[in-house]
């Protein structure tokens, strides 16, 4: 194809940079890292700029650039999706699938390891599997990509940076700080559930179309295989077992030492958060996905399986955890992950994990609908389920003034108790509390008036308004366990 209909066809709006020869045609084309240089003078050669992409040509005995495309913003795919439109552009459409099928009736009847061989026989590059959080290679087709090797132990050593809204980017190019060789990543999911990414090895440099087009259709081939060899069986590693040791072990001075060994920070303020799943996801598989969408959320983030039980550690100061912010980040985390969280008191003391996992537990077992739950605003409901003979008891603890305004809103269908339980959680603001009822506030002064002829209770003494707001706390919770007392 001649190089000016191919800039046209690809590249219609790019900044031509001088004249380019009307008869130079090209057969191929490579995206290259860092210098261009290309021996062969009909391939046009792509390279990824701080401000977009250069397209260049071989021209006396060096490089022409003839084309430059702007990217509006930082945007790692730019790069990709040239090449990949080049590709397509010169051999007329997309890869054929012949290759797919052949190795997808291999797989039918081989190892997975030999199916990854004979995949990148065909990319002519080195083959690895990565674990969902990009930290661990769990197969590879070279030793330049074993776990012990250079890159293995780089990655394994990193704070993972993959994006978790990027995943399911068709195709994604690891950067120099993601991994010290580049990898050209796609994603793997089974069932809509993330599971990892298949990375080819940019090992001299260059990249072909065809090796984009050919590993994003290998994408689904190797998610099913690998769930069949169960290759993305989750792994708790020695950072996440930190927790585990803040939940058993006895308090030392080594704490410290033994969380800067594993590239952590013995946190000076935290909150543990148990993860309950509401799709069918056991809990070594909800940690996983935990960890993964999480970890860019949060300074620190130690998740692990502990007696049957997804429980992550956070690290966060009190003011932050008292935050907006904070609070949006944790429902984000749950709607994405499927799950429910149960979230403890904020604590100072590494010590006191204990003791966050046991309120947790508790918490959970009250039930509840809402996607984060925060044990402070369970605390009352836990202490009533401490006392023997519930059913029995509580019921007298609630204040007789409120089976008083029950009746009496039965008998004239009318909204003094709920009236009360509106002014009770405003903190006693009336103009907040005719506004979230949508009343006036005169209509709102004859109500609490009503109530005090009614009870004789004086709704401007602090102690008296606290009782109220207990018994109604305790008349929900008998309500919600089916021990509420008959209001007749």
Known sequence: MQLTTLLKQVVPQAKWNGPVEPALTVTQVRLVEGQWSCPDPHTMVLRATPDGVSLGVPRAGGMQCVAHVAARSADPTLPLRLLDACGQALAGGPASTEVVTTLAITALTTDFEAVLAQAAAELT??????????????????????????????????????????????????????????????????????????????????????????LAQLAPLFSAAAVRAQLFAPTITARDRLVDMLLTAPVTETWAAQFARQHATLPDGMVLVEALPRAQQTPATLRER?????????????????????????????????????????????????CRLIVSQWYAQPQDTAAAALVCAHTAQLGGAGAVVNCEDAFFDLMLTQVADGATVLPFFIHPALQTLTRHDVMTHGELVPTLRAYLEATCN?????????????????????????????????ETCFKLAASLKVQRYLAANHLAPSTS
Not at 160 to 180: C, G, I, K, Q, V
Not at 190 to 208: F, I, K, P
Not at 293 to 301: D, I, S, V
Not at 433 to 457: E, F, K
């Open 430 to 462: 009336q103009t907040e509390t005719a506004a979230a009822l949508y009343i006036h506030p005169n209509t709102l002064r004859r109500r609490l008036q009503r109530i005090t002829s009614l009870t004789g209770l004086d709704l401007k003494d602090a």
């Open 125 to 214: 590059a080195p083959l690895a599997l990565l674990s969902l959080d990009g930290q661990h290679i769990l197969c590879a087709t070279s030793p330049l990509l074993a776990p012990s090797s250079h890159v293995g132990r780089y990655l394994a050593n990193q704070v993972p940076t993959l994006d978790p809204a990027s995943f399911y980017n068709h195709l994604y190019l690891t950067r120099p700080h993601e991994s010290p060789l580049p990898l050209l990543l796609t994603p793997l999911a089974y069932r809509n559930e993330a599971l990892g990414y298949l990375a080819l090895a940019v090992t001299d440099s260059t990249l072909a179309p065809q090796q984009l087009q050919l």
């Open 290 to 338: 935990l960890k993964y969408l999480g970890t860019p959320m949060f300074a620190q983030l130690l998740i692990t399986v502990y007696e049957g039980r997804c429980l992550a550690l956070i690290s966060v100061g009190l003011r932050e955890r008292q935050g907006r912010a904070f609070c949006a980040q944790l429902t984000k985390l749950a709607q994405q992950a499927r």
